[in-house]
């Protein structure tokens, strides 16, 4: 199965220390291509068509990202609300995303037991990231339950070699 790794991380190779090792375990992975979307278009400007073939590509795309206010960075929604066009992603002609899969892979600051009903976050990340499983849904495609890398501050170098060699078996099903 040929993966696309779309990774949304506004600096990936500076600032970043979870997306970043989860990206370059990507990139170690067997039929994996991963795509850093904020170096590929640093002003904001997508192309839509370069896009839409790395999707056509792949049986599966997976959106990687830090959580960022209960959502993804900006770039993310930019790419969604232009790359998923109406007659491509949806309506119409529009089944490109049809017998693939889709999964998100993200990062968090709070640890698990703060996503909890009954803790500081108020939500499960499974409720937090539904816009994107109704996303997969709407253009057909097959939701995958999310690879989540939660307590990102501080994480140890252990935990990240861990969760960096999970990612890749998920990546890998
Ligand atoms: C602007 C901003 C908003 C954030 N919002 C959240 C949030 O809503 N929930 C959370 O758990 N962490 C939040 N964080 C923490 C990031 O998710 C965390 O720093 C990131 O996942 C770590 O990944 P990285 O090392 O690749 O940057 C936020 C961080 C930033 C910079």
Do not use: C
Request: proline share 5%.
């Amino acid at each position: 199965m040929k993966t696309l790794v779309l990774v949304f991380h506004p600096d990936l190779k500076g600032q970043s220390h979870v997306n970043a090792a989860l990206a370059a375990a990507a990139e170690k992975t067997p039929n994996v291509t991963v795509r850093d979307e904020y170096a590929l278009y640093p002003d904001g400007k997508i192309d839509v068509k370069a896009e839409q073939a790395a999707v056509e590509a792949a049986d599966r795309v997976v959106f990687q990202f830090p959580l960022y206010w209960f959502s993804s960075p900006a770039l993310l929604k930019t790419w969604e609300d232009e790359v998923l066009e109406h007659g491509w992603a949806y309506g119409g002609d529009g089944h490109a995303f049809e017998g693939k899969e889709f999964a998100v892979a993200v990062s968090t600051g709070s640890p698990e037991s703060k996503y909890q009903p009954d803790g500081d976050n108020r939500y499960t990340i499974d409720q937090v990231l539904i816009p994107f499983d109704g996303t997969a849904h709407h253009i057909g495609a097959t939701w995958v339950k999310p690879f989540v890398t939660f307590a990102s501050f501080g994480i140890s170098d252990e935990a990240l070699t861990e969760a960096a060699k999970n990612y890749q078996e998920f990546l890998s099903k």
